[in-house]
Nanobody, 127 residues
């Protein structure tokens, strides 16, 4: 069974940090681009970061640039999202997704190219 499982969410104060993990089972992430998609209540799922399958090309939305870092450990079949300087507006359920990109150096922050999704992990930033 092909599955992605997110973990690492929680409650954190503004300015704090969390590291989210996205672990794959049933398939290897080596050939997949990975994206992170937070979804706040009443809003659409919107990509904030992605990483390509081969050379680790990354992309960050302006809202998280300089605060979030995406990385992958193919040996552990896991992708991470390090989130620093968290803000209340970062509060959302964070989903990771895996998809086969057109090119190995490409990744996407839109929903449609991704085939596999995790169940999400809640991130709450509040004092």
């Amino acid at each position: 069974q092909l599955q992605l499982v997110e973990s690492g969410g929680g409650l954190v104060q503004p300015g704090g940090s969390l590291r989210l993990s996205c672990a794959a089972s049933g398939f290897t992430l080596d050939n997949y681009a990975i994206g992170w998609f937070p979804q706040a209540p009443g809003k659409e799922r919107e990509g904030v970061s992605c990483i390509s399958s081969s050379d680790g090309t990354t992309y960050y939305a302006d809202s998280v640039k300089g605060r979030f870092t995406i990385s992958r450990d193919n040996a552990k079949n896991t992708v991470y999202l390090q989130m620093n300087s968290l803000k209340p507006e970062d509060t959302a359920v964070y989903y990771c997704a895996a998809g086969l990109a057109a090119y190995s150096y490409v990744c996407y922050v839109i929903v449609s190219p991704y085939d596999y999704w995790g169940q999400g992990t809640q991130v709450t930033v509040s004092s």
